[in-house]
């Protein structure tokens, strides 16, 4: 009997196989020169927010009501500064990108602590703290590194390349299941 699944299956595992491949040795290549991803990443992040804020300044000019216009003109000028700010100094916009990462890793970090201490009922709910407590950990750590400008500059850099990896690794793990899964129904 021919399953369309399994043939889907025997079809498309190598694809999984080579894209997470790809993926890793992209990983690897961010690992090894995590600043200048980071300043990729960096400026990738100021051209959304220069572009975010020339629609919204080009928005402003439909909204007849001055003192809606005022939000959005606001609002577009710090997209816009923010932009420019990011693109024309890269390397001081990748730290603050980094600072902000940190922050929001300690403040997440806190708020699982939070939730798992308010949530006893729940199963697991050591398992969300403990990960809470790591995660405020390793964000008060990396947040006392920031005065290393070697450090906050590769930190970002680190966590795609790291990501990215981890991310090609398990499509090669996910695309050698399928095909083993194919291999048996057939």
């Given at each position: 009997m021919n399953n369309p699944i399994s043939n889907i299956m025997a079809r498309g595992w190598k694809w999984f196989v080579i894209v997470g491949a790809i993926i890793a040795l992209i990983g690897l290549g961010a690992i090894s020169l995590p600043v200048a991803v980071g300043v990729t990443i960096t400026s990738i992040i100021g051209t959304t927010f220069l572009m975010s804020g020339l629609v919204q300044a080009y928005h402003t000019f439909t909204i007849p009501e001055w003192r809606i216009k005022l939000w959005y003109v606001l609002s577009a000028v710090l997209y816009i500064v923010?932009?420019?700010?990011?693109?024309?100094?890269?390397?001081?916009?990748?730290?603050?990108?980094?600072?902000?990462?940190?922050?929001?890793?300690?403040?997440?970090?806190?708020?699982?602590?939070?939730?798992?201490?308010?949530?006893?009922?729940?199963g697991g709910w050591t398992w969300i703290v403990l990960s809470g407590v790591i995660s405020t950990a390793i964000g008060l750590y990396f947040f006392s590194m920031l005065d290393d400008p070697t450090f906050s500059m590769s930190l970002l850099g680190i966590f795609v390349g790291i990501s990215l990896l981890f991310e090609g690794i398990s499509f090669v793990f996910l695309g050698l299941q399928m095909k083993k899964v194919a291999q048996q129904v057939q």
């Open positions: 923010g932009g420019l700010f990011i693109l024309f100094k890269p390397l001081a916009g990748l730290v603050t990108i980094t600072m902000l990462m940190v922050i929001t890793m300690i403040f997440n970090g806190v708020t699982r602590i939070i939730f798992g201490m308010s949530n006893k009922n729940l």
